[in-house]
Structure formats: structure tokens, C-alpha cells
């Protein structure tokens, strides 16, 4: 069984900057991908970015809103991904989830459907 576990998150002016992680543990496929999707309040989960090892679909992807300003890096060793996120606005805030797939991807990568296994999510909040 895979599990996700994220660290990281809390409360941050505009402007300002975050990265969170996620840890991966149990079988994982040598093409997988991994990466993050939030959900503000009263929205949908949306794909925010991820990235994919060698032959399994490549990447970075990122959401256009969050293009030039956010950074998805992966760690192969250690089956991790981490999110670095700067220039932070208020309409970021939201839980961000760690979000995980065996095998190559197939389809949209925004699309939570394409992913098989996710975290427990991790709080972001920006204050104006």
C-alpha cells in the first residue's frame, strides 16, 4: 500500500514564500508520477503541478496561475516531491494535497482522476 505523507504548509503574508514536501513510501513503479493539487474553500481540486520520472510522461507541469512563480522538484532516492512556492498571493490559499500515480501518465495531467494515491492534504493561507 503507497502512502503519502506531507510536512510543511502554515500561514504567510502576500508576497511571501512556502514549500512543502511529500514522502512517499511503499511499492513504487520505476515510471510514476507525483505532484500537487489544491482545493480553495468552496471550490474544486485543481492540478497545480507535477512532474513525472524519465518515460513516465515527463514534466514539469504547472498550472498557468502559478507559472514563473511555483517550483515542483522531485527526489528520486528518496520517492519525494517538494513544492517551493514564492511571490505567494491570497487566491493560492487552499489545501494542497500530495498526489501520487504507478505508471506512466496517461491523459491530462491536471486531471485528479489520473491519480491513484493521495496525502492527507496540507494547509496553505495567504493574508493580504
Known amino acids: 500500500q503507497r502512502r503519502l505523507v506531507e510536512s510543511g504548509g502554515g500561514s504567510v503574508q502576500a508576497g511571501g514564500s512556502l514549500s512543502i514536501s511529500c514522502a512517499a513510501s511503499?511499492?513504487?513503479?520505476?515510471?510514476?508520477?507525483m505532484g500537487w493539487f489544491r482545493q480553495g474553500p468552496g471550490k474544486e481540486r485543481e492540478g497545480v503541478a507535477v512532474?513525472?520520472?524519465?518515460?513516465?510522461?515527463?514534466?514539469?507541469f504547472y498550472a498557468d496561475s502559478v507559472k514563473g512563480r511555483f517550483t515542483i522538484s522531485r527526489d528520486n532516492a528518496k520517492i519525494s516531491v517538494r513544492l517551493q512556492m514564492n511571490s505567494l498571493k491570497p487566491e493560492d490559499t487552499a489545501m494542497y494535497y500530495c498526489?501520487?500515480?504507478?505508471?506512466?501518465?496517461?491523459?491530462?495531467?491536471?486531471?485528479?482522476?489520473?491519480?491513484?494515491?493521495w496525502g492527507q492534504g496540507t494547509q496553505v493561507t495567504v493574508s493580504s
Open positions: 498526489a501520487a500515480r504507478n505508471g506512466p501518465l496517461v491523459g491530462n495531467w491536471y486531471e485528479t482522476s489520473r491519480f491513484d494515491y
Open positions: 512532474i513525472c520520472t524519465g518515460g513516465g510522461g515527463g514534466g514539469p
Open positions: 511503499g511499492y513504487v513503479y520505476s515510471r510514476n508520477c
